[in-house]
């Protein structure tokens, strides 16, 4: 087997992309990526053409929720609440159509659910460079 080289995917391959990602069985497609600003799709090819598509766009992760001991709960929900209406308000200057919370207390999870957020039941990887 030859070493596959890659580019970036052209106009010419939106067809074979989308229809390539609307049937490969497990990737968990979301078509309204092909429409956000910050979409990039990567071809891995060989000498007959494109053998895998890889798109990614720019999320905006939040991260480690940070309230100071004694806060009283509402004004700590109100403070979230309102951090998230300014990271909302980054996002939007940048292109970025998702934004990803990373938590695992159930009490912050309620209040991002009451506030638009969406719990994920597949697992996040995570590659740092």
């Not at 403070?79 to 990373?102: C, T």
């Amino acid at each position: 087997m030859s070493q596959l080289k890659i580019r970036f995917a052209t106009p010419e391959d939106s067809k074979d992309v989308v229809e390539l990602l609307s049937t490969t069985a497990g990737n968990l497609y979301d078509a309204d990526i092909l429409s956000y600003p910050t979409l990039r799709v990567l071809a891995a090819y060989n000498g007959s053409g494109p053998v895998v598509y890889l798109p990614s766009q720019c999320a905006l992760i939040l991260e480690s929720l940070a309230v100071r001991p004694g806060t009283a709960p509402l004004e700590a929900a109100q403070g979230f609440r309102d951090l998230v209406k300014g990271k909302e308000l980054l996002a939007s200057s940048l292109g970025i159509k998702e934004i990803l919370f990373l938590c695992q207390d159930e009490r912050v999870i309620s209040l991002a659910e009451r506030h638009g957020f969406e719990r994920i039941s597949y697992p996040v990887m995570r590659l740092k460079l």
